[in-house]
């Protein structure tokens, strides 16, 4: 299994993610169609987001269909979510030290 920050290191793999997130599922021939590249390198970049279990696939007739499976996204959000409050200090010193100059 693949580690997610690895999978969504990568621009076209964050795309990737970003369009199956506005839809039910898109067999690869649509989600190709969006990139300078071709169908096999779209394939590997989503053969690398279902080894992170970031895609499930479904096959339909001759066409795997894929969508999005955003629960190991999780894993980074709480990772984030720890240095929330590390920001909100830093913007709240940032407007004080602004208003202080006015």
């Known amino acids: 299994m ?3 920050y690895d999978a ?4 076209t793999r964050r795309k990737l993610l970003r ?3 506005d839809v039910e599922e898109l067999p690869l021939h649509e989600l190709t169609v969006h990139f300078q ?13 279902k080894d992170a279990d970031l895609v499930i696939t479904r096959r339909v007739g001759r066409e795997t269909r894929y969508r999005l499976n955003a629960a190991p996204l999780k894993e980074i959000q709480d990772w984030v979510s720890l240095y929330e409050g590390f920001w909100k200090e830093r ?12």
């Open 19 to 21: 369009m199956l997130a």
């Open 37 to 49: 590249m071709g169908r096999t390198a779209v394939s590997k970049h989503l053969a690398i987001l």
């Open 8 to 11: 969504v290191a990568d621009p």
């Open 91 to 102: 913007i709240a010193k940032l407007k004080l030290l602004l208003e202080e100059k006015k």
């Open 2 to 4: 693949r580690d997610v």
